[in-house]
């Protein structure tokens, strides 16, 4: 049988893809991406805020569309975050899908595949789980790799669903992350990026302590690897053990992705996120000047003032953020802060969004000003030719996929994917760094430990 899955959603969403199509592997099940080929397809969803809910469920109801097109001739299977907040409601919702799971039974999608009923009552809703049993299959041939460290939050943010989707704080043994960092290693993956709902709580369930910091250590002796990269920080447990990790071991990026969401304390009490979220940014601007911050914010949150956006606007122009992504608060039935009175319209939050957007990208700008003439190192992801010209787009230090923008130089010649070049930071082209080539590096980085 040929099976074709579809992704939708944040970076563990990719990961676990990564891991279903490896069980669909182990199950005999040929891995195709064209779903005109496929005689099943999974779609792997996401539903956190509503327009995430929206693409999933545009997405089944264009697989179901396909199916008829087939005489039927394709089966619907759904996974992830959208069956495990609509629960039963998924079948009166869409009955001509074959079956669903929730995000704590993907070990079980071999089974539900291979059962002839539709049968949902097989399976409980428990929210989140590990599910590497099959190992992993990488679904894009780049340099770099996310790795999912632990499921679920303990944290109650007010705006936030994640918690009953992905269930309790949950730690991946040390030991079976190392194993799979190395198989990735093995495979070609020169860059680790370190994701959770929370990274920074990492051990808290099974050390009941932070122990991000001796984990990074240990991946970092993993020699082919030559990044490895942290995001989804949590302000209060960030500890200075970890700081003193990244600023000191060669092969962690000076970088770090810590979601504040709001500087305003009235607004951080009502988003039930850390008071001290200032102090901790300040420290880490202060002690760690080397380490290259990167954050997101939500703007037109219930009951914020023109005053809360002036505060936040003022951080902002500090400077301790080189990146900051900008989103309009969503509202959420399932949320604490759907109940709160002072809801924002949605133009008002949009204006707010523009005027955070470009305080910012000044920021941005004035950052990359500042390193002109800096000669960095990135790795290569895309190579296209143009006459006798090559033009590649790579990545430095501080920049994360998807997220931060490219690294853009001209070569004579092509450079593999995955190789290190050394290029001077000539200016930004808004969120892209135009650079010229110095010396091209191929492997990994000399010298490391
Ligand atoms: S830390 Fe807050 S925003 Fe992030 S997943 Fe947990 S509850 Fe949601």
Same mark, same amino acid.
């Given at each position: 049988?040929?099976?074709?899955?579809?992704?939708?959603?944040? &970076?563990?969403?990719?990961?676990?893809?990564?891991?279903?199509?490896?069980?669909?592997?182990?199950?005999?099940?040929?891995?195709?991406?064209?779903?005109?080929?496929?005689?099943?397809?999974?779609?792997?969803?996401?539903?956190?805020?509503?327009?995430?809910?929206?693409?999933?469920?545009?997405?089944?109801?264009?697989?179901?569309?396909?199916?008829?097109?087939?005489?039927?001739?394709?089966?619907?299977?759904?996974?992830?975050?959208?069956?495990?907040?609509?629960?039963?409601?998924?079948?009166?919702?869409? &009955?001509?899908?074959?079956?669903?799971?929730?995000?704590?039974?993907?070990?079980?999608?071999?089974?539900?595949?291979?059962?002839?009923?539709?049968? =949902?009552?097989?399976?409980?809703?428990?929210?989140?789980?590990?599910?590497?049993?099959?190992?992993?299959?990488?679904?894009?041939?780049?340099?770099?790799?996310?790795?999912?460290?632990?499921?679920?939050?303990?944290?109650?943010?007010?705006?936030?669903?994640?918690?009953?989707?992905?269930?309790?704080?949950?730690?991946?043994?040390?030991?079976?992350?190392?194993?799979?960092?190395?198989?990735?290693?093995?495979?070609?993956?020169?860059?680790?990026?370190?994701?959770?709902?929370?990274? *920074?709580?990492?051990?808290?369930?099974?050390?009941?302590?932070?122990?991000?910091?001796?984990?990074?250590?240990?991946?970092?002796? =993993?020699?082919?690897?030559?990044?490895?990269?942290?995001?989804?920080?949590?302000?209060?447990?960030? *500890?200075?053990?970890?700081?003193?990790?990244?600023?000191?071991?060669?092969?962690?990026?000076?970088?770090?992705?810590?979601?504040?969401?709001?500087?305003?304390?009235?607004?951080?009490?009502?988003?039930?996120?850390?008071?001290?979220?200032?102090?901790?940014?300040?420290?880490?601007?202060?002690?760690?000047?080397?380490?290259?911050?990167?954050?997101?914010?939500? *703007?037109?949150?219930?009951?914020?003032?023109?005053?809360?956006?002036?505060?936040?606007?003022?951080?902002?122009?500090?400077?301790? +953020?080189?990146?900051?992504?900008? +989103?309009?608060?969503?509202?959420?039935?399932?949320?604490?802060?759907?109940?709160?009175?002072?809801?924002?319209?949605?133009?008002?939050?949009?204006?707010?969004?523009?005027?955070?957007?470009?305080?910012?990208?000044?920021? +941005?700008?004035?950052?990359?000003?500042?390193?002109?003439?800096?000669?960095?190192?990135?790795?290569?992801?895309?190579?296209?030719?143009?006459?006798?010209?090559? *033009?590649?787009?790579?990545?430095?230090? +501080?920049?994360?996929?998807?997220?931060?923008?490219?690294?853009?130089?001209?070569?004579?010649?092509?450079?593999?994917?995955?190789?290190?070049?050394?290029?001077?930071?000539?200016?930004?082209?808004?969120?892209?760094?135009?650079?010229?080539?110095? =010396?091209?590096?191929?492997?990994?980085?000399?010298?490391?430990?």
């Amino acid at each position: 049988m040929k099976a074709a899955i579809i992704v939708l959603g944040c &970076p563990k969403n990719i990961v676990e893809s990564e891991y279903i199509l490896a069980i669909l592997k182990d199950g005999g099940f040929q891995i195709v991406s064209d779903l005109q080929e496929a005689d099943i397809a999974i779609v792997h969803t996401c539903s956190f805020i509503d327009s995430a809910r929206k693409e999933s469920e545009k997405t089944i109801r264009d697989l179901i569309d396909i199916k008829e097109k087939k005489d039927g001739n394709l089966k619907i299977f759904v996974s992830g975050c959208l069956p495990q907040l609509l629960k039963e409601s998924m079948l009166t919702k869409f &009955p001509q899908i074959d079956g669903y799971i929730g995000t704590g039974s993907l070990d079980k999608l071999q089974n539900i595949i291979k059962s002839q009923k539709q049968n =949902i009552s097989q399976f409980s809703f428990k929210a989140g789980g590990l599910n590497y049993s099959k190992g992993r299959i990488l679904s894009s041939n780049l340099a770099y790799a996310y790795l999912k460290i632990a499921e679920g939050c303990n944290h109650k943010c007010s705006f936030c669903i994640i918690p009953d989707l992905r269930g309790k704080y949950i730690s991946r043994s040390e030991s079976s992350l190392l194993n799979e960092a190395k198989q990735l290693a093995a495979a070609g993956i020169k860059e680790l990026i370190i994701i959770a709902q929370d990274t *920074t709580s990492y051990g808290i369930d099974l050390y009941n302590a932070f122990v991000l910091d001796k984990l990074l250590v240990k991946l970092s002796k =993993i020699k082919e690897i030559s990044r490895i990269r942290l995001l989804y920080a949590y302000p209060n447990s960030i *500890t200075d053990d970890l700081l003193k990790v990244i600023s000191e071991r060669e092969n962690i990026c000076k970088y770090m992705d810590i979601p504040v969401q709001h500087i305003s304390k009235k607004i951080l009490s009502l988003m039930r996120r850390p008071l001290n979220t200032r102090k901790i940014i300040e420290k880490i601007s202060e002690n760690y000047p080397q380490i290259v911050l990167r954050t997101s914010f939500i *703007t037109g949150f219930p009951q914020e003032t023109k005053q809360d956006v002036k505060e936040l606007l003022s951080f902002i122009k500090e400077g301790h +953020f080189q990146y900051g992504g900008v +989103f309009k608060y969503s509202d959420n039935k399932e949320a604490l802060s759907s109940i709160l009175a002072g809801h924002i319209a949605q133009k008002e939050a949009q204006e707010r969004k523009v005027l955070i957007e470009n305080a910012q990208y000044d920021i +941005f700008k004035t950052k990359i000003e500042n390193l002109k003439g800096k000669e960095i190192e990135v790795i290569t992801e895309n190579c296209r030719q143009k006459d006798n010209n090559w *033009t590649i787009a790579a990545r430095s230090d +501080f920049q994360s996929p998807e997220i931060d923008g490219s690294t853009i130089f001209k070569s004579p010649s092509p450079i593999p994917i995955g190789s290190f070049a050394k290029v001077k930071i000539i200016s930004n082209s808004g969120y892209n760094i135009k650079a010229a080539a110095v =010396i091209p590096l191929y492997g990994g980085v000399a010298g490391r430990a």
